[in-house]
């Protein structure tokens, strides 16, 4: 039993307080007490109590909207298909319908406005959503308020082909670039002839044959000079094409010279050849050379913490706050093996060059589950709650026995499913996950501060993992919570359930928290953080120790798939702040970042290649390394007088340009001055309108302008069927009228959760007790007057 407004009970308080002082007194102690009794029960059916029940609603002519997709993507299709629909349905049952119309599909935000709650949406539609809010979460929202969206089957009565190129903004000067031309066609059968120009010079030209929807065809080229350059691919059809706006494609690209890294080696390595290929690399035995306005980064090479004295490290500190790069790369003479713990010059780096704890230290573990209604969306052939609970559990299984775990599960308020008790009754916590149900509001705050309240006093290292799709009712709160709670020592891990999934939320939460967001495919990092450390080896730079991502959403970890072992790594333990992003299998850090100042730093805590980690230096691995590199130089063109930035447009969308400068700059468009706003203390801003394809000159800084962004995608969306069905909605040919209604009919059928008063009963107790108080004194009175 719930209560509408609790704090009215607090009215008995002064009801109790009263009774005492008058029976203290020597008033009649039953006629007080029967009376108290009465007055509470009426205080409680004054509190509104009432339980939640749930009955099932039924529609036998459910109401339809139809969405009717005119935009000018929508030209290779039966254009009538909507009306037809429109005419059978309103005679059958109550139905509407809408058009959308122009040269932007915003078909998320069409049904987020005609998303009315228990009702249903047919999408007369390609399913290309290139503006506004997102397709599938807005499907996912409306599935949370029972709108069920359907979507009528359809296919293009022409074909129409695109070309796009696609590839990087910035490339480095004299370095090999690879771009790629994407082809797209809405059928399945097309001939083109495709031409590439750089720089206004005719490169390639080949004559296609395509019968996939899409196809990429790669080019390389080596860029000569700094500054901008252009790029335009155009396709020639010689089989049908509705339209020949989309057969022409404009890139600007900005080419820099190769920055400047300062490497501080004694010797030749698989490192310093990287270096030297990729940055324009000098090699010295110090790091007095040091010069902030030359390098953008410096890399120590197992470099012992005697090779760095005071001046060069107050040096190297500067040189950080002012936003330079640092790699430190370890080896025989660094970290744990070089004298960095407790020195001056450790403060700048991201870990401590000690042993991380192992055996012997407590780790208590609190997994929170998302029970709400929005779990209960339908997720393939399961739903998202399903996946939770597999999440969890396959979690739970990975946890030491030695550690301590807590379950909470919430809705509107949080349920304790399990208090904070050791890894070895992970069976009975198991079976307590298995037979949660969802229902209810998503409040995710309550779990968080009863895991709060869980791990307070707890000796041991703290953490939280959420299990959730992220829709909480007040993110703020949630995301205050995280950071409240990382500032008491609690790390917060988050991991999706999907699709449905708010990843920008979820992300947001671990970053607060301190810890790391994964996707459910990526949930089994958390073994390497939690799970059963093995032995730890005696020498850690004799053996294998295999490699992998720990952090998949960091700059320097992201979609990077690592392979092998390395023989060797340095003792090392991450600081508070800093983030730990490949690991041994072991969980022992190998890359570990942070930010000191406004400069970038990475400890490697393995060495250059030469002995204990040549795996990460060659085939996909080398990534790594230059992703290293890259992270710490930060923005390349820092240290450039003026720097002019701005991404490629489509018409209709505002080319905004960005201009860093110590001074007021003076910029042009084609000889004209554009006037310019300043949004920071070295940085302006101005907005072009583009109104043709082409090239925009400002001052030397090339952006393309290319056809309306509706024209890229050509065709039906090959994700839009996908995407209905995962979310309950079917797929129709128009003339399946009857097993529309028939799916919409049983979609109709919903259990609704509903209030029932109780407080009747309170009122009829109270009415009782005090009717057969009154007839008990009368009768007394009767019976003493006979007697009298």
């Known amino acids: 039993m719930f209560l509408a407004h609790p704090y009215r009970l607090l009215l008995i308080i002064p009801v109790l307080v009263a009774t005492a002082y008058l029976i203290k007194n020597g008033h009649r102690k039953g006629l007080l007490a029967t009376r108290a009794v009465v007055l509470m029960l009426l205080i409680v059916s004054l509190a509104s109590p009432y339980n939640l029940v749930v009955r099932t609603t039924f529609d036998e002519t459910p109401s339809v909207t139809i969405i009717d997709d005119h935009t000018g993507s929508m030209k290779l299709f039966d254009n009538d298909t909507g009306q037809r629909l429109y005419d059978r349905l309103r005679s059958r049952t109550p139905a509407d319908i809408h058009q959308i119309t122009g040269n932007r599909s915003a078909i998320g935000d069409a049904i987020t406005e005609f998303a009315r709650g228990n009702d249903n949406i047919l999408l007369v539609s390609d399913g290309n959503n290139n503006h506004g809010l997102d397709l599938a ?14 979507a009528i089957r359809q296919e293009p009565e022409q074909n129409d082909l695109s070309v796009e190129i696609a590839g990087g903004k910035d490339v480095i000067v004299g370095s090999e ?3 790629g031309i994407v082809v797209r066609q809405a059928g399945k059968d097309a001939r083109y002839t495709l031409s590439v ?3 206004g010079t005719k490169i390639d030209e080949e004559t296609i044959t395509q019968t996939g929807r899409e196809k990429t065809t790669p080019i390389s080229y080596t860029f000569g000079s700094t500054g901008s350059h252009t790029i335009k691919a155009e396709i020639m059809p010689e089989s049908e094409d509705l339209r020949s706006i989309n057969n022409v494609f404009y890139k600007s690209v900005y080419a820099i010279p190769k920055p400047k890294i300062l490497l501080v080696s004694d010797r030749d390595s698989p490192l310093s050849r990287t270096l030297s290929e990729l940055y324009d690399t000098s090699r010295v035995s110090s790091a007095a050379s040091l010069d902030q306005d030359q390098y953008l980064a410096l890399v120590l090479d197992n470099i012992h913490v005697n090779d760095l004295d005071n001046e060069e490290i107050s040096k190297l500190r500067t040189y950080l706050q002012d936003g330079g790069g640092l790699v430190v790369v370890g080896g025989d003479r660094a970290y744990d093996k070089g004298g960095y713990y407790d020195s001056q010059f450790e403060t700048l780096l991201p870990t401590k060059s000690k042993e991380s704890a192992g055996k012997g230290k407590t780790v208590g573990v609190v997994i929170v589950i998302d029970i709400s209604g929005s779990v209960g969306t339908a997720y393939g052939s399961n739903t998202a709650l399903s996946m939770e609970k597999a999440l969890a559990i396959n979690i739970l299984r990975g946890i030491s026995i030695n550690d301590h775990i807590g379950v909470i599960a919430f809705s509107q308020q949080a349920y304790i499913v399990s208090p904070l008790t050791r890894g070895l009754y992970k069976s009975v916590i198991e079976d307590s996950i298995k037979r949660l149900k969802h229902g209810g509001t998503t409040h995710m705050n309550t779990a968080q501060d009863a895991a709060f309240k869980m791990l307070d006093g707890y000796t041991g290292a703290k953490n939280v993992i959420i299990i959730s799709d992220g829709k909480t009712s007040n993110p703020d709160t949630c995301l205050n919570l ?18 449905t999934t708010d990843e920008d939320f979820m992300r947001s939460l671990a970053s607060e928290g301190g810890g790391i967001y994964y996707r459910p ?4 990092r958390l073994n390497i953080i939690f799970g059963e450390k093995p032995e730890e080896p005696k ?7 295999p490699v992998t991502v720990l952090n998949p959403r960091h700059f320097i970890s992201k979609d990077l798939k690592l392979s092998g072992s390395i023989t060797g790594y340095n003792a090392v333990t991450p600081k508070t702040g800093a983030q730990t992003l490949v690991t041994t299998d072991a969980g022992k850090p190998v890359v570990t970042a942070w930010r000191f100042g406004m400069g970038h730093v990475v400890a490697f805590s393995t060495d250059d290649g030469a002995g204990w980690s040549g795996a990460l230096y060659s085939g996909e691995n080398a990534l790594l390394i230059s992703r290293m590199v890259n992270w710490a130089v930060g923005d390349p063109r820092r240290n450039d007088e003026i720097a002019i930035s701005g991404d490629d447009v489509h018409l209709g969308d505002p080319a905004v340009i960005n201009v860093r400068s110590d001074t007021i700059p003076s910029i042009n468009l084609d000889g004209k001055k554009l006037e310019l706003s300043q949004i920071d203390k070295d940085l302006y801003q101005t907005s072009i309108q583009t109104d043709s394809p082409g090239f925009l000159d400002i001052s030397g800084y090339a952006i393309a302008v290319n056809y309306p962004e509706e024209f890229r995608e050509v065709g039906l969306s090959e994700d839009f069927y996908d995407t209905i069905r995962t979310f309950g909605g079917g797929v129709y040919a128009e003339d399946e009228i009857e097993p529309l209604l028939n799916n919409l009919r049983e979609r109709s059928t919903r259990k609704v959760q509903e209030h029932e008063e109780k407080r009747m009963p309170f009122l009829l107790a109270a009415m009782i007790i005090f009717v057969g108080e009154v007839a008990v004194r009368r009768l007394r009175e009767i019976k003493r007057m006979r007697k009298a």
């Open 177 to 179: 670039q690879s771009f």
């Open 197 to 199: 120009w750089i720089d």
């Open 521 to 524: 495919t990526e949930s089994e």
């Open 539 to 545: 020498d850690t730079t004799k053996g294998e120790f």
């Open 482 to 499: 995280a950071k409240s709670m990382a500032d008491a020592g609690i790390t917060t891990y988050a991991v999706g359930v999907g699709e």
């Open 137 to 150: 979460d807005t499907i996912a929202f409306a599935s949370t308020i029972n709108t069920t969206v359907c």
